[in-house]
């Protein structure tokens, strides 16, 4: 499937002044209300810090807010609001040359997500569109910058490669989330719905093309070459998925603990974990594949397709440690680790899992401020190359050492 397959997406054109005036009035209401929310939930979430951090834990800051996590060119680099840091993973200090080494990075805001593609490019998704750097500059330049945080005109231009926005096609200029699929197109959510970039071209996947809803917030590229779209529209929302030119669908109606969509995960057996909810209600759900049966909903297909079902779903009162489910990873070990928006991160051992039945309760053990997070609120997580994990939160970063993660798999824990 090309690019060409969907609609493509011509420049956006100026708008009419009472259009205009409407969707300004949208926009102003959904972040006063946006806004509200999230100052009560940060009061429930900031809890007492540690007095300090464990051994093999650190608490980095800044960055405050960090929504994005990507390991590239030997460091680690976290977007959020206040824009975009690269950190030593060897030792967690921040490098601002490696920063001023990308043209116009220093500037970018509101960073929602962070690709490195297959070959090597980073992209950067924030509140104006999408910006990709090439991997190494394409030109003559001095890589002395990256060292004394001084850097060259001609090192900065060489490395930005291109700039999408809403002009050139995208259907939404606040981009939230960014994937390569397996054939190397590159998916970018808004909330106006999805758009793939292949060969410099942008079509636009929509409510109109198939999606339940526009605000598409997380997209994942499972093994067998599915695509899963997340939207938050509460209290529509919804999980739509695409395979073999068919959609399936998956709200509270069939299963799900919630229709906001906050994360997705492919596990090491192909089950695909979904993290929902908003402010004190959702939780996780585990959905496994039925070859034997046919795909249900839009554009159905016949025999051969993956017929998806809810295999378990779980809550605050079947031991997730917060209602809100906001991420999700699976470290090398097989451990799970399950963000909360109020309540810190649930970790789980493979062992909870043996035997392909999920259980009914989660095991595990719940990490918050009080025993090492920057915060409770855990937005993103990255396992880097060296093995350590690190926890992107609304108030700085986690890095638990590798060695810790060894032992806590070992043991059980401690």
Request: include cysteine; glycine fraction near 14%.
């Amino acid at each position: 499937m090309t690019a060409d397959s969907f609609n493509e997406r011509p420049p956006a054109a100026s708008s009419p002044h009472r259009r205009s005036r409407r969707i300004w009035v949208v926009v102003v209401t959904a972040v006063l209300v946006f806004g509200a929310v999230s100052v009560a939930g940060y009061a429930v979430s900031r809890g007492p810090e540690a007095q300090e951090s464990p051994e093999g834990w650190q608490v980095i800051r800044p960055p405050r807010e960090v929504s994005a996590l990507a390991e590239w060119r030997g460091f680690v680099w976290a977007g959020g609001a206040d824009g975009l840091y690269a950190i030593d993973t060897a030792d967690g200090e921040l490098t601002p040359g490696a920063v001023a080494s990308l043209k116009g990075a220093a500037d970018l805001r509101y960073i929602s997500s962070l690709l490195v593609d297959r070959q090597g490019g980073l992209w950067v998704g924030h509140d104006a569109g999408v910006t990709v750097y090439a991997s190494q500059p394409s030109g003559p330049h001095d890589s002395s910058g990256v060292e004394n945080g001084s850097t060259p005109i001609e090192t900065q231009d060489a490395f930005l490669v291109a700039t999408y926005t809403e002009a050139d096609g995208l259907p939404g200029s606040m981009v939230r989330c960014l994937l390569e699929d397996s054939v190397g197109r590159i998916w970018v959510g808004t909330f106006r719905g999805a758009a793939v970039i292949e060969d410099g071209r942008i079509a636009v996947v929509d409510s109109a093309g198939g999606l339940m809803g526009d605000a598409v917030s997380v997209i994942l590229a499972d093994s067998s070459g599915g695509l899963w779209f997340g939207a938050t529209e509460a209290p529509r929302g919804g999980l739509s998925l695409l395979a073999d030119g068919s959609w399936q669908y998956f709200t509270t109606e069939n299963g799900m603990p919630h229709n906001n969509i906050n994360a997705l995960m492919e596990d090491e057996d192909g089950a695909v974990w979904v993290a929902t909810g908003f402010y004190d209600r959702g939780g996780v759900a585990r959905l496994v594949a039925d070859r034997g049966g046919a795909v249900s909903g839009h554009a159905a297909g016949g025999e051969g397709h993956r017929h998806w079902v809810v295999a378990g779903t779980w809550d605050r009162t079947s031991g997730m440690p917060g209602a809100k489910a906001r991420s999700l990873f699976q470290t090398v070990d097989g451990c799970l680790w399950l963000g909360t928006e109020y309540d810190g991160v649930l970790w789980v051992p493979p062992r909870e899992f043996k035997g392909g039945l999920p259980p009914a309760e989660l095991g595990g053990r719940v990490f918050t401020q009080a025993n090492g997070l920057a915060h409770n609120e855990v937005k993103v997580m990255l396992q880097d190359a060296d093995g350590n994990l690190w926890l992107g939160t609304s108030d700085g970063l986690t890095r638990i050492t590798a060695s810790v993660l060894v032992q806590m798999s070992g043991n059980g824990v401690d």
